[in-house]
Each structure stands twice: as C-alpha cells, then as structure tokens.
C-alpha cells in the first residue's frame, strides 16, 4: 500500500487544526533547527574563507578568502572613493598586493584607474624595486647637461644585486620633456605642468621609472605608470569615454569649471479635444449622476514615459465609469504591455485601472 508524500507545511497545517498545542511546539523546534542550520553554514563559509595575519598585513589563503578581504576593504572609509563599495576591484588590489609583497593598504594608495586601466605612481614602483631584492642599495641619480639647455636630464642608476654591476637606465632630458609636451598644461582648465614648478623631482620620478621598465620590468609586472596612462590617452577636449574620465586632478577640474547644461522644460500637456470643452460647461444645476457615459479620453503620445505615467494616473483620478476606465486601461497596456515595463508606478496604473473598473461594474 503506498502512501502519498506529505510536505512539512501540510503536516503542520493538520496538526495546528487536531491539537494546536503540539503544533506550536513542533513550529518552534522546527525554527530551531532552521537556524541552527542557518548559523552552521555561516561558520563553514567563514572558515572556508581563509584570511590570515601575515608579514605584509592581511592575506588571503584562497579565493573566498580574497573576496573576503576585497568586501572588508569595500567598506572601509580609508581607502579612495573609487574603490568604495566595489568588492571585485578591492579585491583584485588585494591580489596584487599579495604578488608584491606589500601591504594591501599601501597597494590602495598607490594604484589610480586612468581612462579604464590600472596604473602605479612613481613612488610606489620605486619602492617595489627597492624591496624585490634585484639591487643592493637605493636607486641613484646623475644629472648631466648645462641646466635649461635641451640636453639636461637626468639618469637612474643602480646596483645588481646578482652581478654587482652598475646598470644605467635611459636618460630622461629636456629635448624629450618638450618633445612630449611633458611640460604643457594639462586639460581644458590649463593647469600648469610640475615639470615647470618641480622639474628636479620630476626627473627623478621619470628617470627611475624608465629604468625599471628596461631593465627590470618584472618588478611592476608590466603595468604602466598613472603619468604613462596621461600621456597614452586621447585629450581631455576629444570626444569618447576617455575624454569623461574624472581619473586625473585636470579632469576633476574640467568638470568643476564646466557650466552647466540648460535643462528642456518637460513639453506641457496637449489641450483638451474640442469634443471635451463643451461639457465642461454644462449647467451646475444639473446633478452628476446624469452626465452621460464619457468619450475614451484622446491621448497625444509622448516619448517620456514619466509624461505618460503622470497623464494617466490623472485621468484615472477623475474616471466616472468603466467604459473610461477600460480606455486607459487599454492605453496603458498599448505603452507598456509589450514588456519593457521598469516603472514600478506604470504597473501601479495598469493595476489600479483593475480594481477601479472592477470596483465601477461591482456598484451597477
């Protein structure tokens, strides 16, 4: 003889109606054990989700416990804005920082998003040469060149750690500075160049940069600076996505300084049909209950779906019967039936319209 399968809410319904006592007894130990459950596979997620104190700050052993770092960084107010609230990009920082050994924090205020891509500032791929281990020492500096003339720059030098040689980077000069417009201001706002109020510490920054991405670009794993990132993208005047980046201090300023553009007042209401007019000037003597049934109001077609939404929401505000409430019923599936429907307020017409014909036909 078989039995048919009864479900735990079937079971529970029976016995609430037989002896609500021990039904309420078993709804509670049910709830129990759903919790204790529930608490359960938290504990698993979280043990899964492998972080540990290490010598560069936080780890993560696996990748639940990388995306649990990227969700606590997410949230944290120390970090730059860009990085806020975006779990997936925290923790890929934090991959990063785990492949340089340093710490996650750092690795946050040093790695800038330029037109779309990651870019390191001067400092922070300085400071990874100098901890890879691949020189003895601190970089080095030469300048060479009469000062102002196009042949003064500056050249990067250090120390092999494996074959104890000198290693010169390229040398970074005027005649390249002004060849690449280095040293024009950036952006529409014209904000002037730090080659012109800085020049020395920009040699530095550039001299030492050219020389690791020579000689050695494993250090930075191939990534390019944020001023290689400037140089590389179009503009800030062309049009394009890069041209709307707000990534770089002159960006910022661009859009600080931009005026505003003039807003288009929303296109009035179209006025009322001629049909329309002349009962709105019935006699007030007569009593409402005999206007006859309305026309299907005309409805002029607007593109702004906010324009239809407020149309109809006023016209079914003043619907008298439901031959009215049908046409706007019908209008409102002719806008928005064919399923691109994203307004919560255009389904509250269409359901209201509903209930208010429903409403009008239940009272005939």
């Known amino acids: ?17 037989a002896d609500p006592a021990n039904a309420l007894e078993v709804a509670i130990k049910a709830t129990e054990v759903a919790q204790a459950e529930t608490s359960l ?14 010598q560069h700050g936080l780890e993560a052993d696996n990748l ?29 920082i934090v991959q990063l920082a785990q492949q340089w050994k340093v710490n996650p924090f750092m690795a946050f205020q040093h790695v800038y998003i330029v037109h779309g891509k990651p870019g390191i500032d001067a400092q922070m791929g300085i400071s990874l040469l100098h901890a890879s281990g691949k020189i003895d020492g601190t970089v080095q500096y030469e300048f060479s060149g009469e000062p102002n003339a196009a042949d003064y720059g500056c050249t990067a030098i250090v120390q092999d750690a494996a074959t104890g040689k000198l290693v010169r980077g390229p040398k970074v000069d005027w005649a390249i500075v002004k060849a690449e417009k280095w040293d ?7 904000i002037p160049s730090k080659w012109t109020t800085m020049p020395d510490l920009m040699f530095h920054y550039r001299s030492a940069l050219w020389l690791i991405r020579t000689r050695y670009p494993e250090v930075i794993m191939g990534m390019q600076s944020v001023d290689e990132l400037h140089d590389a993208a179009p503009e800030t005047n062309s049009s394009g996505p890069a041209a709307k980046s707000a ?23 179209p006025p009322e049909s001629p049909e329309s007019k002349p009962r709105a000037k019935r006699s007030p003597n007569k009593p409402k209950e005999a206007e006859p049934v309305e026309d299907p109001p005309e409805v002029d077609l607007v593109h702004e779906s906010k324009l239809h939404r407020d149309r109809l929401w006023q016209a079914l505000s003043k619907a008298k019967s439901p031959a009215y409430v049908e046409a706007i019923r019908k209008e409102a599936n002719d806008l ?22 429903e409403a009008m036909k239940a009272k005939t």
């Open 64 to 92: 639940a416990g990388l995306y649990r770092l990227g969700q606590m960084y997410a949230r944290s107010l120390q970090i730059p804005e860009e990085y806020r609230n975006r779990p997936d990009d925290c923790a890929i």
């Open 184 to 190: 024009q201001p950036k952006g529409k706002a014209r």
């Open 336 to 357: 928005w039936g064919s399923g691109d429907l994203h307004d919560e307020d255009c389904q509250a017409v269409m359901k209201s319209c509903i209930e208010t014909g």
């Open 247 to 269: 990534d770089s201090l002159a960006d910022l300023t661009d859009k600080l300084n931009a005026k505003p553009e003039p807003v288009e007042d929303p296109p009035e209401a």
């Open 41 to 54: 596979v938290k504990e698993e997620a979280k043990l899964l989700a492998s972080v540990k104190m290490g």
């Open 1 to 17: 003889m078989s039995t048919a399968a009864i479900t735990f809410e079937d079971f529970t319904r029976q016995l609430a109606a």
